[in-house]
């Protein structure tokens, strides 16, 4: 009797740790490199806040900004140990992955970004969500951040002034391209480096958003910036094949929704966020925002445009075109 009362208690014993662990949510970990402030850093939030509504008990959000937990050289790495579920890097640092993203880098490719959604959203654009499936990494969706301006210790009117200047670029050789083709020298640093070589002129200038500008204080240690609109600064939000595939089919349809959702609200955010910063950067008063002439920006176009028969091989000619098309 006291044989069979001890197993029965190990039974339930053995029930109850299994139930539990059963019972224990999936936990997403999300890592970004950005602000809370900012268009990603609000939709990691807005993802993690609707995740936990609609999936609560089943699946736990842990959102990591600002380099918390990865910085930008690693997040994709930790992604495919599993060390993180879902990160938003940049688009240009997926070079490593596939060529067909370089076309986001391309210089004066895109007018705004109406001409960005116009792309993305075409059957083209969404091909590229899956381009690196073979690599293990799924992409989810394009989240916005904005279009390109650049800073420097002098004013930029004209390609001519950027010679000799050293440019922080991202790790992309697309960019790289860029600053050559008007005889800058681009350096590759991470995103968390940037203030401080800025601040002790490790490094001239550099290329962002107007939100990324504001939150990360750059304005502060560069005396003139140029809207330029030259370039893109767009997000994919990606998670492992492994990870995506290990989730009970009804999590993944419920996150995919939460997914699409967030999307819109980011997206329509970025362009709000980065007219908001911008204000609050002129009136700061550290800084000057040149505003070039349409005759000064088609000498820029003119110069970095070459940039694109460089790699329309390596991305395909066609994604090219039709990417071009939507900025007609």
């Avoid at 997403?28 to 936990?52: C, D």
């Avoid at 008990?57 to 599993?82: H, R, T, W, Y």
């Avoid at 879902?86 to 970004?113: E, G, R, W």
């Avoid at 950067?281 to 110069?303: F, N, P, Q, V």
């Amino acid at each position: 009797m006291l044989k069979f009362l001890a197993r029965s208690l190990l039974l339930a014993a053995a029930l109850t740790m299994f139930t539990n662990a059963y019972a224990e949510p999936i936990v997403i970990k999300f890592s970004h490199v950005v602000t809370e402030n900012t268009p990603k850093g609000k939709g990691a939030n807005m993802f993690k806040q609707l995740v936990e509504e609609r999936l609560a008990g089943k699946v736990e959000v842990q959102v990591f900004p600002s380099s918390q937990l990865f910085g930008d050289a690693d997040e994709i790495i930790a992604l495919l140990k599993n060390d993180v579920q879902i990160i938003a890097p940049a688009l240009s640092k997926f070079s490593k992955f596939t060529d067909v993203l370089q076309l986001y880098d391309l210089p004066f490719l895109f007018n705004d970004l109406d001409a960005v959604a116009c792309f993305q959203e075409s059957s083209s654009g969404k091909e590229m969500l899956d381009s690196m499936s073979k690599k293990g990494i799924k992409g989810l969706a394009y989240w916005h951040n904005g279009m390109k301006q650049l800073s420097a210790p002098v004013p930029l009117r004209t390609p001519e002034s950027a010679a000799g200047l050293k440019f922080r670029i991202m790790s992309s050789d697309v960019l790289q391209a860029q600053f050559q083709a008007v005889k800058a020298n681009p350096q590759k640093l991470a995103f968390s480096e940037v203030y401080l070589a800025l601040q002790t002129g490790q490094i001239d200038g550099q290329e962002n958003t107007w939100s990324n500008i504001y939150s990360q204080k750059f304005f502060e240690v560069q005396p003139y910036f140029v809207e330029s609109n030259h370039g893109l600064l767009d997000y994919m939000l990606v998670t492992s094949q492994r990870f995506w595939k290990s989730l009970p089919a009804d999590i993944r349809t419920e996150l995919d929704k939460i997914i699409t959702e967030v999307t819109v609200a980011v997206n329509d955010l970025a362009s709000k966020e980065n007219e908001d910063a911008k204000k609050l950067i002129i009136d700061s008063g550290k800084t000057e925002i040149i505003k070039l002439t349409a005759e000064e920006k088609g000498k820029w176009r003119a110069a970095m445009k070459p940039v694109w028969d460089q790699f329309k091989d390596e991305i395909g000619a066609n994604y090219v075109e039709k990417a071009a098309a939507c900025s007609n």
